[in-house]
Nanobody, 121 residues
Framework: EVQLVESGGGLVQAGGSLRLSCAAS????????IGWFRQAPGKEREGVSC????????HYADSVKGRFTISSDNAKKTVYLQMNSLQPEDTAVYYC??????????????WGQGTQVTVSS
């Protein structure tokens, strides 16, 4: 059974930090990358960042470059998203997904349930 389980969301003040985790299981990791996406109320889901397990290649949306850092612990099959300098516009439900391409067209195949991130001003 494919499982992607996010954790680490919460409420933080503007300028603060959070670290999200995505624990993955049930699929062949060499066949996928892991992406983080977010969806704010009334907006479409957007890609935030992604990482390839095999070579640690990473990709970031322009809106988070320099503030967010994605990393992976391959032994634990866990991907992290360190989010610094959070702003109210980062408020959203954050999802991780197993994706086929770490780039502009990620083609997600499996999704986690999401974790809420709320940034107060």
């Amino acid at each position: 059974e494919v499982q992607l389980v996010e954790s680490g969301g919460g409420l933080v003040q503007a300028g603060g930090s959070l670290r999200l985790s995505c624990a993955a299981s049930g699929f062949t990791f060499d066949d996928y990358a892991i992406g983080w996406f977010r969806q704010a109320p009334g907006k479409e889901r957007e890609g935030v960042s992604c990482i390839v397990f095999s070579d640690a290649y990473t990709h970031y949306a322009d809106s988070v470059k320099g503030r967010f850092t994605i990393s992976s612990d391959n032994a634990k099959k866990t991907v992290y998203l360190q989010m610094n300098s959070l702003q109210p516009e980062d408020t959203a439900v954050y999802y991780c997904a197993a994706i086929l391409d770490c780039g502009l067209d990620p083609l997600p195949e499996f999704w986690g349930q999401g974790t809420q991130v709320t940034v107060s001003s």
